[in-house]
Structure formats: C-alpha cells, structure tokens
T-cell receptor, first 111, second 114 residues
Framework: EDQVTQSPEALRLQEGESSSLNCSYT??????LFWYRQDPGKGPEFLFT???AGEEKEKERLKATLTKKESFLHITAPKPEDSATYLC????????????FGAGTRLAVHP | DGGITQSPKYLFRKEGQNVTLSCEQN?????MYWYRQDPGQGLRLIYY???????QKGDIAEGYSVSREKKESFPLTVTSAQKNPTAFYLC?????????????FGEGSWLTVV
C-alpha cells in the first residue's frame, strides 16, 4: 500500500537553529515528490517538486533533497516567519495526478 | 490575479441538510480536485475531474457529490449521508496529462455541523 510518513510531528527551533524534516515513502512507481507549506487556516502553498533520487532544490532558507526511500526538507538559519506546517506528498503510478499526503510537520521558530 | 477561489470560507450545516462549497479557478487548468483535511491526518481525496463533464471518485467519496459543467468551476455538495462532515475542505487544480504536474490549492472552506 502506498504510504507517506512525516517526522517529527512537531518541531520547535530557536531562530537561527538549522534542522531537517523527514518524509519517508513507500510507493509503487514514484512520479514526483512534492513539498508544501501550510499556514493555519490557509490552503497549502507549493514549494518544490522532486522527480528522481539525487535531485535537490533550494528556495531561500529551504532545501529539499530526495533519495529512493525518503526526502528531507532542510531549513537553514530559520526565522519566525518560517513557522508553519510542512506537508509532503507523493504522486504514484496511475492514470491521474493523485497525490498521497503525509500528516505534516508543525514547525515553530521562536525568536 | 490567477488563482483558485473557494467560498464560503466558513459554513455551518444543520443535521439533514445538504450544503454546497464553491470552487472557481482562472488558471486555465483542466484538472480539478477536492480534498478533505482533518487534524493530525493527511489530506484525503474526495473527488477529482480531469475534464469538463467527467469526474471520478477519490478515496472518501461517500456522502459527497460534484459536478463539472464548466472548466473553471467544480462545486462540491456535502450531503446528509456524510455522517462526519466537520472538516477543512480544499479545492485544487492542475494541468492535465503529464505526470508530476503541480497541484495548486485554494484557501479552503471550513464546514461545521451544528
């Protein structure tokens, strides 16, 4: 069964304290791995798509990496405005653009 | 501005009532989706549509219905058959076709049973 697990469930950081969020997946025929940011009461905001193992993408303080079994979202020198829930989703083989989501990691960055 | 507009933001449903959530997009996307989000769980797919006048059930379609009469519109009706409808509902859209197309989301609608 296709499955996505994110860890930790919640993470508290001090401003400037770098860390990583993990997304482990089991899926038949990965077509893409997506990272989203979600603020409370808002819809998810697209961050990155990764397609193959070894691929990396960066945006400001965020860097996403992908292996055959997991993806990491590295946050370098975070600021309070990086506080949000980060969602990971995978697109498996199939006839349509179905995404399987993890439950998310709630990140709180304190000054 | 291009985007996905959901309305209303907050909706209350009485027992036995059907309610409809609106979703409109001006991104010229062919595919549209409805997801449900509950605390501590990942987003779950309710229905999706890849083209006008065609739609398919997702993982949790029971108690919901949709229509796709126009490319830009994909309303979701939560029927009285849905026993636990209180949740955050998200509409999304994407280009159709090639794998890996990014799915973009609206701002969501909160539905509460009273």
């Amino acid at each position: 069964e296709d499955q996505v697990t994110q860890s930790p469930e919640a993470l508290r950081l001090q401003e400037g304290e770098s860390s990583s969020l993990n997304c482990s997946y089991t899926v038949s025929g990965l077509r893409g791995l997506f990272w989203y940011r979600q603020d409370p009461g808002k819809g998810p905001e697209f961050l990155f798509t990764l397609y193959s193992a070894g691929e990396e993408k960066e945006k400001e303080r965020l860097k996403a990496t992908l292996t055959k079994k997991e993806s990491f979202l590295h946050i370098t020198a975070p600021k309070p405005e990086d506080s949000a829930t980060y969602l990971c989703a995978v697109q498996a083989g199939g006839g349509y653009n179905k995404l399987i989501f993890g439950a998310g990691t709630r990140l709180a960055v304190h000054p | 501005d291009g985007g996905i507009t959901q309305s209303p933001k907050y909706l209350f449903r009485k027992e036995g009532q059907n309610v409809t959530l609106s979703c409109e997009q001006n991104l010229n996307h062919d595919a549209m989706y409805w997801y449900r989000q509950d605390p501590g769980q990942g987003l779950r797919l309710i229905y999706y549509s890849q083209i006008v006048n065609d739609f398919q059930k997702g993982d949790i379609a029971e108690g919901y219905s949709v229509s796709r009469e126009k490319k830009e519109s994909f309303p979701l009706t939560v029927t009285s058959a849905q026993k636990n409808p209180t949740a955050f509902y998200l509409c999304a859209s994407s280009m159709r076709g090639a794998a890996g197309n990014t799915i973009y989301f609206g701002e969501g609608s909160w539905l509460t049973v009273v």
